[in-house]
Every structure is written in structure tokens, then in C-alpha cells.
């Protein structure tokens, strides 16, 4: 099929009045070929793919053309889109998890063939990617991989709220700076968070499991994490990086008392994890899904006003609004362009980084950021790595969890790298990427994508340096190769699991 986008126009219907989201957009695509669509946060990305299936009823089509195969879409008429939204063309959202109705099971093919998109077709389907696809549609619409598929609930201080949809495009300038290992780069303004936390704190994980129960009533069971340790001092960002599913998100919510540990010790400054007001004044966390943090009936400057009743209610409303304004910026967000606005209104880089200044409101000794990254434009993520330096520097931990080694490389100490729920190499950040020993690690490295470069396969490991250090037989889960670099046997996941 070939689509042409001609002089496309789309406005936002607000209470402010209508809002031009895209303006004259022109681009063709043939049979065959993929369009690359960049842009910062509120550029119009997201705007732009919606409108070619007018997902969403807020938008009125202003002006231009969209010609599938011929046809022009009948764009300004929501009814007649039927006989092409998501059957001729459709659309694959930014964030599964807002995106799944979480009453049905994952696999909606035959609701997808009762609906006519796929009638008549052929019910043969490629082999999965997910070497435990078959967990992944359990009876009874059990979660996904233990609760890989539930909704965050937000950040821990405060109550779950449900996901606003529609990103109001709000074009910030571009900024490409650059970040220096450990230390934050300065913008001319002295920072407000110059002085030394009081009290820095001191995660240690100790040979951690977590076990979810599977099946139809709850009789099988899954290990998501299955005997993980390391530690993170104050000050100190240690990366936590690996493949979907591989066990990071269930780490951080352990961590942040979301989730209960089944076996092992997790012990922020020697004490067990306690949720509730004292502890996640120290301890916060931010969540790669921003729009499952947000209710959508309410503003969203209402996640501070939260934050104020909860902790700081004896805070005057002038010094409030000044603390909330400096925090808005800090994390490089205009105050008069996102306070006052309903989460449709701000796209999802926008919403993120307000989750951030939420988080950091608090004060906190130690900080779990998962993905938090991943819904900003590239100049907007040199802001928040060099503002996370700068918290760094004054005996913030942080627990970076992350799909991007780039980033994971840019200002961790150490890297902890996770496979099937077990710890496969752990330690110093250079000594990790710089001589990776476990073949996953290797294969991560290698696909890595590099312009003007074709994917090439990992370098094989000559010899199990597990084995080869004589650890197969000292009952430990790694071994210390060298200082402070740690491998495991090189056929894990499926050496030595934990068997619930």
C-alpha cells in the first residue's frame, strides 16, 4: 500500500479554543519503505498517527489530504473511518500498558476476528519471540509474567490515578548538551539543590527472590527474580540493565515496597522495607508508564497539591508555589506552558518529567528511576541525566533501571546486568562493558545499533569464566574475575535456578 500525506492540518478542541497541533504536514511512503518520525517531546509525533485513523474524537481535521492506495481517507468524518481504521490502517501505541484493557487476557486475536479485522484469515501464526510465550495468555487473565503486565500504581507516596490519553503538542526548543561522567553540567544559574543530603542511604539486596503464582487458580508459579544481589551507597547510581521481562521493574517496586519479597534481604540502611509516610519520605520512585500516573478528570499540578497535603501541610502557599515552580524547572519544563493543564493536554515527555519534580518535592535519600528516560527527546534526556548527576553529587542513590546502554554507561558506577531473573555480570561500569565475560552481556553490546554500521553477531566466549574459576563447585551465584567484576556460568538462565 502507498499513503500520501498532503498540506495536513489538525487543531485541538480546549476550553482555551482550538490549539494547531500539526500545520502543513506533506510526506509520501511507498509499498514497502519505513518513515522515520523525529522530534522532541510535543512536537506532533504521536498527533500525526493518530490523525491518519482519527483515534481520538478531541481532534477536528482542519485542511489537507490523507490518500491510502488511492482513496482519500474521510478524515473529517469519524463513521465512515470505520472501514479503515485498524483494518486498512491501524496503529501500534507508545505504552502497552495503557493501551491493554486490563479485565481481558492479552491475546485478543479472537476478539479481533469477532470485530472483522481479521475474518477470514488464516489462524496459523509465526513461533513467539518470548522463549515463555505461553505464560503470557494465562487462563482466568491472570498478570502477565507474574505483574510484568499491571499498571504501575504511581509513585508510592501517593494513591494510583488512570491514564490521560491525548498529548497536546507543546514545542520546546532543542538543546543538545553534552554529559560528563558523574557530574552535572551547569547552566549559569546556581542550582537550587547545592546542599548535602542529610543521611544518605544504603540499599543492599541479598540474594533476593520473588515468586508469582500461575494458572488458572493459582497453582503454578513463576520466579521473576530469582537470588539477585548487589548494593548501592549513597551517592552511587548503579545501573540495572536487561531485556524485557528480565526482572527490573519487579526489583524497583521490591524496593520500593510495592512488591513483597518471597525470599532473601532487601534492607535499605539495615532495616527491612516498611511502606508507609517516614519511609518513602526517603525512599521515591518514578515509573516508565507517566500517563497510569495521572487521573485524567484532574489537572496535572494536582500530583504537588498531593504532595503538600501528604507531607508539607504547614507550607505557606506562596513558598509552595515557589518550591513547586523551581522544581518544574529544574527539570527543564516552562511552568506557565504545563501548570494548569489537564494531563490530554501535555505529551508524555511533558508528563514524565513532572513525575520527576514530583518525586524530588520529597527530598529523597535514594531514588528508583524505571525508564524514565524513555519518553523524552534527546536533548530534553541530557537535562535529566545532568540533573540526576548533580543529585548525585550531593549523596542521592539511585537505582537506574534501563533498556539503553548509552545511557545505562553515561553515569553509573556499576552496572548490573539481568537474564531470566538471574544476575549474569555485575560490577564496575568500565570493567562490565569495557571486558564483558558473560555471553548475554556480549550480545546486548553487539546489538547496539551504530549509523552507518550493519548489526553484527556477539564475539564468542571462549570459556565459561564461571567454571574456569573454579567457582562451579563454592555454592556462590558469580565469580570474581577481576576487582570488582563479577560473571556467572555462561548457560544461565537455566544453570541453577531457583525451582519453587
Not at 500539526?22 to 509520501?28: H, I, P, T, W
Request: aromatic share 4%.
Amino acid at each position: 500500500m502507498t499513503l500520501t500525506v498532503d498540506d495536513l492540518r489538525v487543531h485541538y478542541r480546549t476550553l482555551r479554543g482550538e490549539v494547531r497541533a500539526l500545520d502543513g504536514v506533506s510526506f509520501g511512503l511507498a509499498d514497502g519503505e519505513i518513515l522515520g518520525l523525529a522530534g522532541e517531546s510535543g512536537c506532533g509525533k504521536t498527533t500525526l498517527g493518530k490523525s491518519l485513523i482519527r483515534l481520538d474524537g478531541r481532534m477536528r481535521h482542519a485542511g489537507g489530504t490523507v490518500t491510502l492506495d488511492g482513496d482519500e481517507l474521510p478524515l473529517a468524518d469519524d463513521r465512515a473511518m470505520n472501514a479503515y481504521r485498524f483494518h486498512k490502517i491501524s496503529l501500534v501505541p507508545q505504552y502497552s500498558m495503557s493501551a491493554l484493557n486490563p479485565t481481558r487476557r492479552v491475546d485478543v486475536r479472537g476478539q479481533a476476528r469477532r470485530e472483522g479485522a481479521h475474518h477470514g484469515a488464516d489462524d496459523r501464526t509465526a513461533p513467539p519471540v518470548h522463549p515463555d510465550a505461553d505464560r503470557l495468555a494465562a487462563p482466568g487473565g491472570r498478570p502477565v509474567q507474574g505483574q510484568a503486565a499491571q499498571r504501575h500504581r504511581g509513585l508510592p507516596a501517593l494513591p494510583a490515578e488512570p491514564p490521560g490519553r491525548l498529548p497536546l503538542p507543546r514545542p520546546l526548543s532543542p538543546r543538545g548538551r553534552a554529559v560528563r561522567r558523574g557530574t552535572a553540567r551547569r547552566r549559569g544559574r546556581p542550582p537550587p539543590h547545592r546542599r548535602m543530603l542529610e543521611g544518605g542511604l544504603m540499599l543492599t539486596l541479598d540474594r533476593v527472590t520473588k515468586t508469582f503464582r500461575a494458572g488458572a487458580f493459582g497453582g503454578g508459579s513463576t520466579t521473576a527474580v530469582d537470588r539477585v544481589s548487589f548494593s548501592a551507597a549513597p551517592g552511587e547510581l548503579v545501573s540495572l540493565i536487561g531485556e524485557s521481562g528480565s526482572g527490573k521493574s519487579t526489583i524497583g517496586r521490591m524496593v520500593l515496597g510495592l512488591t513483597p519479597v518471597s525470599s532473601g534481604s532487601l534492607t535499605p540502611d539495615g532495616e527491612r522495607v516498611r511502606p508507609g509516610k517516614d519511609f518513602y519520605r526517603r525512599v521515591q520512585g518514578v515509573f516508565q508508564d507517566p500517563f497510569s500516573c495521572y487521573n485524567p478528570v484532574f489537572k496535572a499540578d494536582r500530583v504537588f497539591a498531593l504532595v503538600r497535603r501528604a507531607y508539607h501541610p504547614g507550607v505557606g502557599d506562596t513558598e509552595w508555589a515557589d518550591r513547586v515552580e523551581r522544581a518544574v524547572r529544574d527539570v527543564r519544563l516552562d511552568p506557565g506552558q504545563v501548570l494548569g493543564r489537564y494531563p490530554h493536554q501535555l505529551s508524555g515527555g511533558q508528563l514524565q518529567r513532572l513525575l520527576i519534580a514530583r518525586a524530588l518535592l520529597l527530598d529523597p535519600r535514594f531514588l528508583v528511576a524505571d525508564e524514565i528516560t524513555s519518553m523524552l527527546d534527546a536533548s530534553t534526556r541530557i537535562d535529566v541525566l545532568n540533573l540526576l548527576a548533580g543529585l548525585k553529587e550531593r549523596g542521592l542513590g539511585v537505582l537506574y533501571i534501563t533498556h539503553d546502554l548509552s545511557l545505562g554507561t553515561c553515569l553509573a558506577e556499576r552496572t548490573v546486568v539481568l537474564r531470566g531473573g538471574r544476575v549474569v555480570e555485575r560490577g564496575d561500569t568500565q570493567q562490565v562493558f569495557g571486558n564483558p565475560l558473560h555471553p548475554y552481556t556480549r550480545t546486548l553490546l553487539a546489538a547496539v545499533p551504530r549509523i552507518g554500521r550493519p548489526w553484527t553477531e556477539a564475539a564468542p566466549v571462549d570459556a565459561c569464566a564461571y567454571h574456569e574459576g573454579g567457582a562451579a563447585g563454592s555454592g556462590e551465584d558469580l565469580h570474581e574475575t577481576e576487582p570488582d567484576h563479577f560473571v556467572a556460568c555462561a548457560h544461565l538462565p537455566d544453570c541453577g535456578r531457583t525451582r519453587p
